[in-house]
């Protein structure tokens, strides 16, 4: 198993305000599977999240990656872990305003001693005729398909995506995610897409669905939908 979360306890705020947001999560991903983790606002998704990503500590239970243990790591030990192995996209693109669409995306080029060739992301993402625009001049979908190539140029093991589409019409919402599963198809990502649309599970390899800081369902699909083929 590529990720594993064990009886993940996390809790916010202190003593009398304190309040247990997760509550013994236990999860697989496996290498190269597209994930969707669903669930109510509210619920802890992109706590866990953060979590799986190193941005957040926890307060009990465990996380594997690749076979380590990132909970007790230090500080630098996780900005490496990190920097090695984690993109990130989020609901609002968070682009750099005055960098163009290529600059947005060399920004994070250095961060690899193998990152993924330039151009051809680009062209992968559909933005080639845009490349040398402004974040300002772009729609909302070219910006989160700049985002993702942000998050992909050092070409991650795994790519997490809160809400990736959470501010995005219906048809803009599916070319981001088909442009998703390209990506994981093209250069095997492991994919986590966090969503409150229950129709973007269809898509996925493996469900996981969260209520009130548990799992109440975790399951591999027996056949997968083509993003395109998404409707809700
Ligand atoms: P979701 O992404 O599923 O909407 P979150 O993980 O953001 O849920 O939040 C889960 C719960 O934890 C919510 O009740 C939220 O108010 C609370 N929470 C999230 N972040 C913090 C924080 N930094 N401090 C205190 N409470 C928080
Ligand atoms: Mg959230």
Request: glycine share 8%; proline share 3%.
């Amino acid at each position: 198993m590529y990720l594993e979360v064990k009886d993940l306890i996390k809790y916010y705020g202190e003593d009398g305000s304190r309040v247990q947001v997760l509550k013994g999560v236990n999860c697989s991903v496996e290498k190269g599977q597209i994930c969707v983790l669903l669930g109510p606002s509210g619920s802890g998704k992109s706590t866990l999240l953060n979590i799986i990503g190193g941005i957040e500590e926890i307060d009990k239970g465990d996380i594997i990656v690749d076979g380590k243990s990132i909970v007790n790591m230090n500080k630098k030990q996780v900005s490496l872990y990190r920097r090695n192995n984690l993109g990130f996209v989020f609901q609002f693109y968070n682009l750099i305003p005055n960098l163009s669409v290529k600059e947005n995306i060399e920004v994070c080029e250095y961060l690899s001693k193998t990152p993924l060739d330039i151009d051809d992301l680009i062209k992968t993402l559909g933005l080639w005729e845009h490349k040398d625009k402004f974040p300002n001049q772009l729609s909302g979908g070219q910006q989160q398909r700049c985002a993702i190539g942000r998050a992909l140029v050092k070409n991650p093991g795994i790519l997490l995506c809160d809400e990736p589409t959470g501010a995005l019409d219906y048809n803009t919402s599916k070319e981001i995610l088909e442009l998703i599963e390209k990506v994981n198809q093209k250069y095997k990502n492991t994919i986590i897409i966090v969503t409150h649309n229950d129709a973007i599970k269809n898509m996925a390899h493996k469900v996981l669905k969260l209520r009130d800081g548990k799992i109440t369902k975790q399951y591999e699909n027996e056949t997968i939908m083509r993003a395109k083929e998404l409707e809700w």
